[in-house]
Every structure is written in C-alpha cells, then in structure tokens.
C-alpha cells in the first residue's frame, strides 16, 4: 500500500510537470525588460519567448510577433524550442504508460508487466525533466552574461521571466517523479533476487518410490 500511495504521489508530481512544461513552453516571458522612461505614461514592458515577442504598454495596449523565421533565431533559442517540444512529448508518453504500470490500476496485465511499464514510465519522466533542464539553464545563462556585459546598452538587457521559472520547476518535478518510479520497481525487482522463491522438495518420497523399484527388480 506504501508503495502505491508513493507511485500515486510521484504521478501528481508529473501532473504538475507535464502542465508547467507545456505553459512554460508557449509563454511569451521567458525574458523580460521594463522600460520606464522619462515618462511613466509611456512605460513599456518587453517580453521575449520561444515563439513570439509581446509588448505591454502602461495603457493597456498588448501586442504580440510570432517568430517566423527559424533560421534567424540565436542556436539557444533554437536549442530551446527543440528540447521543451522534446520535454512535453516524453512527459505526455509517461503519463500514458505510468497510468498503465501503477498499482493502484487495473490496467497492465501481470505484477512483473506493470512494473516493466511502470519503469519505462519512469525514465520518460527523467529524459523529460533533463530535456527541460537544460534549455532553461542554457537560457537563463544567456540572459546574464548579456545583463553583465557592459558593452550592452541597459535598453537591451533583459532579466529571466516566468517562463524559466515554471521550467525550471517543471523539470523538477518530472525528475522527482521518475526517480521514484524507477526506485519502487527496482527495489521489487532486487528483492525478488535477493529472496528467490522457494522450492519445495520431497525426498521421502522419492526415496519411497526407488526403494520400491530396487525391490521390484530383485523379484
């Protein structure tokens, strides 16, 4: 029962990774600058993302720039979109399989076919939350070196926005989650090794039936 409740608790943390990777990976803020100006009317708020740029003014306004062009778009920028797409699609197929391998389903068939399942499940989760570890920290290190670098006007610098935070997150969540699911199916399967079942013999009875044989032949 612990270790189902533990499977049960470790899919809810995927849950909640899988989500927070798919909105970190369509928000427009995973970089942001807040220009003021001289003005406070005129303030603007410049946020970058993986797909579009959105600008919100102090009036009100919001408008949005998809990004078209791949090819014009920095490697990390490119790196990002890759493995975030990467991330939601290992996390999705986790999901689907971890339904079937847990305990507490109906699903999978036999103990040993759900823990096979359950462990795949498990390792989708951890190559997701790597997939989604690294582009946030690739991101977030180009943004301060580029805050850091003096030769940068402070129009152009921009400071992580909530996208990076919810990846970052995310991704943590999604490594959780698949360490516990490849530790409770690799402690069954140790303890099935280390305590083999145990087979019963009955030498009485054999003994018995040669003695019985023996005599036969000397008659």
């Not at 807040?34 to 009317?41: K, L, Y």
Request: charged residues 10%; neutral net charge; proline residues 4%.
């Amino acid at each position: 029962m612990a270790s189902a409740s533990l499977q049960f608790f470790a899919f809810i943390l995927a849950l909640f990774g899988a989500f927070g990777d798919i909105a970190a990976t369509l928000l427009p803020n995973w970089k942001v600058n807040a220009d003021v100006g001289s003005n406070i009317i005129t303030a603007i708020t410049q946020m970058q993302g993986l797909w579009m740029d959105c600008t919100w003014y102090s009036t009100g306004m919001f408008s949005c720039t998809l990004k078209y062009s791949v090819l014009s778009l920095p490697v990390y920028i490119q790196a990002a979109r890759t493995t975030m797409v990467l991330s939601c699609i290992l996390s999705a197929f986790g999901i689907c399989i971890t339904t079937v391998g847990m305990k507490c389903t109906k699903l999978g068939g036999d103990p040993d076919s759900k823990s096979h399942a359950c462990f795949a499940g498990g390792v989708c989760f951890i190559l997701a939350g790597i997939f989604g570890l690294v582009p946030t920290s690739w991101y977030t290190r180009e943004i301060i070196s580029n805050f850091l670098d003096q030769t940068i006007p402070e129009s152009s610098k921009h400071e992580p926005g909530g996208a990076v935070y919810t990846g970052f997150i995310s991704a943590g969540f999604l490594l959780i989650a698949g360490v516990i699911f490849c530790t409770s199916c690799f402690k069954k399967q140790q303890g099935a090794w280390i305590y083999p079942p145990e087979q019963h013999h009955f030498p009485s009875t054999e003994q018995e039936s040669n003695a019985g044989y023996n005599l036969k032949d000397y008659v």
